[in-house]
């Protein structure tokens, strides 16, 4: 493990921060990323429809496969095409 | 770096370590002790408790603890201590420096008189230099950073935002202590107060950022002085962040450190492939945008930006026939300075036909002319970098740098009609009303001249400045401290 | 557990669903990757339950997704 001392003023937190919230999900995209483990699926299908029976926009997205992270193309895509992302189901 | 004490157990105390042949040979002496002295013996092993045999081994001191806090050069070492104080000390053997301080006369029958110790493993290269980093850890007040076992340190860096762009060197607290080393300054000591956002910056933090730009700890005090000359009221480094033009510290280096760490004078001065020029300069950046916070995009708003900006920091030729910045700025040749000068990029003035001074400074003050507009008579500063070509010009003629000077700036008067606004078409100018009267392109002070570059090349150099007076920023001198 | 970190880094508001066998390694992730996303555990097992019980672990969690992404309480 490699230990490095805070160059800054050490003024905002050492742990990356979580980008900040909308106060509303309204008008906003909202991807859906299944890692595509077993059963995942279903489970994502639900919230998908819960969040489109709430009047969301909801996009779906599926990694090749959960044992890598997504393949950055996958990732920009997401980034560009949806405001906030809901990633499922890890076991 | 001052040993940590150790309370020592009265008595007489020695260390050992098996791997000395004298230690072997005093091994039925330190038995004998035990045997005769009327107090405790007390016996450190620096590698083998099970040594000495003859006493039924030793106190584990393989951590080096106690010899460290006794600063020992060698081994044995023979302590006499009264009250938890060392009171005597002698080291290798001697049967009379052993009697003397035992008050055993008879000590070692059958030994030599005398036999010189071995090096104590504290004086082990690698051994000592662990040790005085494990210290100097102890001392950095920075909040610690762990990676986490899947981040790849280069990245992490950047993910962080502490990077200009470029690569990082990972400052570990190891890195960090060896990079203190180059400096006298305690490391909690306040540099200078950093802006924007006018963060009290401390040597440690300094020292940080001289690691991530790949400083040596040799370069440390010249970033130091750097730093503090960068923050001055006068530097105004604040209203050089903020500002939509886009000029940056320059640091000129002068005095015999430039040649002590490695700096470069001549060829490429200006450009890369010295590791000094090169990170020195990129330091005092890192410090600016880490510490003070002031980053591109956000205070940092320059318009276009420069590359001079990542780093900019050259030394002059020392012994030439003009004298350097810092002795016409008031100090002496031997001393040590740095000079900051809020500089945009860099341009050539070609000249490769003037034969006389007179024809050249005519080329230079030409080229001067332009620096911000030729229309903008005082408000902007500018730095002449006279490359040795050129020089030989002026030193060929005689011409000292203050004849240099006066010449130049005689030719630098400019008639005011022809920077008026609207004058050749141009919108850009001065208030019609100054119409009459004659402007220097320079204020007093506003144009500094250096030496620096390679051997061949009939091509000087400009760097334009920044506003000069209170609004802008007023270039600055420093003593390069220790 | 690295997409919703990349994701949080280009500005997307994320949370990472998992079950609650997950919960240590989760936090050694996190851990190991300088970060601490929004996860939102749901009950151990998964694999052997069936699409109904599925369903209902979705409707059970939406509540606490909806305000790990926004800043305000989720519509209803």
């Known amino acids: 493990m490699t230990t490095l001392l805070d160059p800054t003023s050490e003024q905002t937190p050492g742990t990356r921060e979580r980008a900040p919230r909308p106060s509303t999900l309204e008008g906003r995209t909202i991807g859906l990323l299944d890692i595509t483990k077993a059963r995942g699926d279903v489970f994502l299908d639900r919230i998908a429809e819960r969040l489109e029976g709430l009047g969301h926009t909801v996009v779906r997205f599926a990694k090749p496969t959960f044992t890598k992270p997504a393949p950055i193309d996958l990732r920009h895509e997401i980034s560009t095409k949806c405001d906030v992302v809901i990633e499922a189901l890890a076991d | 770096m001052t040993a940590v004490e150790t309370r020592l157990p009265d008595g007489l105390v020695a260390i050992v370590k098996r791997e000395c042949p004298t230690c072997t040979l005093v091994a039925p002496v330190l038995a004998e002790l035990r045997a005769k002295h009327p107090g405790p013996v007390t016996i450190y092993s620096q590698d083998d408790p099970s040594f000495p045999e003859t006493t039924g081994g030793a106190i584990d001191d393989r951590d080096l603890e106690v010899s460290f806090s006794l600063e020992l050069d060698t081994v044995p070492t023979l302590l006499r201590v009264e009250g938890g104080r060392e009171t005597a000390r002698t080291v290798g053997w001697s049967r009379d420096h052993w009697a003397e301080l035992t008050g055993i006369s008879t000590l070692g029958a059958g030994l030599p008189e005398y036999r010189p110790g071995c090096g104590s493993r504290t004086q082990d290269p690698a051994i000592a230099l662990a040790h005085a980093t494990a210290l100097g850890e102890r001392t950095l007040r920075s ?31 190891a890195r960090v202590v060896r990079m203190l080393t180059g400096t006298t300054r305690d490391s909690q000591e306040i540099v200078a107060t950093i802006p924007p956002d006018l963060v009290d910056c401390t040597v440690e933090k300094v020292a940080i950022n001289a690691v991530m730009a790949g400083c040596r700890p040799e370069y440390l005090p010249v970033v130091l002085a750097a730093v503090e000359a960068a923050c001055t009221d006068e530097f105004n480094m604040h209203g050089l962040l903020a500002t939509t033009w886009f000029s940056g510290p320059v640091i000129v280096v002068n005095g015999p450190i430039t040649r ?24 005092l950046q890192l410090v600016i945008r880490n510490v003070g916070g002031g980053r591109p995009g956000a205070v940092d708003r320059a318009t276009l930006g420069q590359p001079g900006k990542y780093t900019c920091c050259f030394a002059e030729h020392e012994d030439a026939y003009w004298d350097t910045l810092h002795v016409e700025r008031g100090y002496r040749p031997e001393q040590n300075t740095v000079t900051l000068f809020a500089g945009e990029g860099v341009r050539g003035v070609v000249d490769q036909l003037s034969r006389t001074p007179e024809s050249l400074t005519r080329s230079f003050a030409a080229c001067l002319r332009t620096t911000a507009h030729p229309k903008l008579p005082i408000a902007f500063d500018a730095m002449l970098i006279v490359t040795p070509d050129h020089l030989r010009v002026y030193e060929e003629a005689g011409w000292s740098k203050a004849r240099f000077r006066a010449e130049l700036g005689a030719l630098l008067q400019i008639d005011g009609h022809e920077m008026v606004r609207g004058a050749d078409g141009i919108e850009e100018g001065i208030p019609g009303s100054l119409a009459d009267v004659t402007l220097p392109k320079f204020r007093d002070g506003g144009l500094l001249i250096a030496h620096a570059g390679g051997g061949a090349g009939l091509f000087s150099g400009i760097i334009g400045g920044w506003a000069s007076g209170k609004m802008g920023s007023e270039p600055v001198t420093r003593e390069v401290g220790s | 557990m690295h997409d919703i970190v990349n994701l949080e880094a280009a500005g997307l508001a994320g949370v990472f669903l998992a079950s609650t066998e997950f919960i240590d390694a989760a936090a050694a992730q996190a851990r190991a990757l300088g970060a601490d996303p929004a996860v939102v555990f749901v009950p151990h097992p998964i694999q052997d339950r069936t699409d109904d019980e599925l369903r209902a672990l979705a409707d059970d969690a939406l509540d606490a997704v909806l305000a790990s992404i926004t800043g305000s309480p989720p519509e209803r």
């Open chain 2, 143 to 173: 909040r610690r950073l762990d990676l986490g076992a899947e981040e790849d340190d280069a990245e992490a860096m950047y993910e962080r935002g502490w990077s200009d762009g470029l690569p990082l060197v990972p400052p570990t607290p």
């Open chain 2, 260 to 283: 002590a760490i490695g700096m470069n004078s001549g060829i490429n001065a200006l450009g890369p492939g010295n590791r000094a020029n090169a990170t020195i300069g990129r330091a």
